[in-house]
Nanobody, 123 residues
Framework: QVPVVESGGGSVQPGGSLTLSCEVS?????VAWFRQAPRKTREGVAL??????????ADSVKGRFTISRSQDNARNTVYLQMNSLKPEDSAVYYC?????????????????WGQGTQVTVSS
């Protein structure tokens, strides 16, 4: 079973919306969404803590993106609702799980990564 699987990317016009999904099948205390644009480092955009569903957002997406989690028996799905999308939001979006400790928005803090899903915002 693949530990983390993303879906839901695509192309949208500026101001539009997309929802990404991440199916998580490993034990983790939190799940984070990262993104990586061409020639840029991977950056954290949102995370959710499993214990209390509290959330943290990068300043660049605060007020526009919403991370949430649903649990159906043994299946955990984490969503990233993205509204008011801008061209600078274009990137490959990755879901990360299996938190190892340290800073939540650092890539080395996570053991499991999805394959990534492309989001393109363009007119």
């Amino acid at each position: 079973q693949v530990p983390v699987v993303e879906s839901g990317g695509g192309s949208v016009q500026p101001g539009g919306s997309l929802t990404l999904s991440c199916e998580v099948s490993v034990t983790t205390s939190r799940v984070a969404w990262f993104r990586q644009a061409p020639r840029k480092t991977r950056e954290g955009v949102a995370l959710i803590l499993y214990a209390d569903r509290s959330t943290v957002y990068a300043d660049s997406v605060k007020g526009r993106f919403t991370i949430s989690r649903s649990q159906d028996n043994a299946r955990n799905t984490v969503y990233l609702q993205m509204n008011s999308l801008k061209p600078e939001d274009s990137a490959v979006y990755y879901c990360a799980a299996g938190f190892l400790g340290g800073s939540s928005f650092v890539t080395m803090s996570y053991k499991y990564w999805g394959q990534g899903t492309q989001v393109t915002v363009s007119s």
